[in-house]
């Protein structure tokens, strides 16, 4: 088989774990746009070419050139990727993190969450979206708005805490107020 293959059936097996994750959360239809531009050519192809299984083909690009090319049209059209929010500060003309409007949050941890599984398989526990977040903490710092950052944690360690069923029952209580918050504005 193929790497254009298995590439293939990892994005769309994680595509649907992920689809899965959203309707848990109360995000279906926003789930059923995940991801699609890993199917575009600029992501694709790369995607294929660097395919290993076991990780992001986006790391071993950026192991062989210093960055992905993938990876930065995939974050340039994903909202639930915290590298997405980030803009010039009206203040100083800096780039600062802006804070993640929450259903952006919970499609990162349904994400998290999906590729936690996909990547490691039999091995998964619900602890591994927590140690893979904090392995980053380091690398994420002046990149994600602290807001953002309290958020996916909490979440992530309910999840290695409580489980998916307390966790998923905590998240579609919240989307549902976010929701009904959202239609006042």
């Known amino acids: 088989m193929g790497k254009a293959f298995k590439h293939f059936k990892t994005i769309t ?23 699609l531009s890993k199917y575009s050519p600029t992501e694709f192809l790369q995607g294929a070419k660097y395919f290993q299984g076991d990780r992001s083909p986006n790391d071993k690009e950026r192991e062989l050139f210093g960055y992905s090319k993938a990876w930065m049209h995939h974050m340039g059209r994903n909202r639930h990727h915290y590298e997405f ?51 980053g903490d380091v690398r994420r710092e002046g990149f ?14 309910m999840l290695a805490e409580k489980g998916e069923d307390e ?16 239609k006042r504005k």
């Open 167 to 182: 966790t998923f029952s905590y998240i579609r209580k919240t989307v549902k107020e976010y929701k009904n918050e959202q």
């Open 13 to 35: 097996r994680h595509r649907h774990e992920v689809i899965r994750n959203c309707k848990k959360a109360g995000i279906f239809f926003q789930g059923l746009r995940h991801d």
């Open 144 to 157: 994600i708005h602290p807001k953002t950052s309290q958020k996916i944690e909490f979440l992530l360690t």
């Open 85 to 135: 929010w980030r803009d010039y500060s009206p203040y100083d003309k800096i780039m600062r993190p802006i804070e993640m409007p929450y259903n952006f949050i919970i499609e990162m941890f349904c994400d998290r969450v999906a590729a936690s599984k996909i990547y490691k398989g039999k091995a998964y526990t619900d602890d591994a979206p927590l140690i893979y977040f904090k392995s």
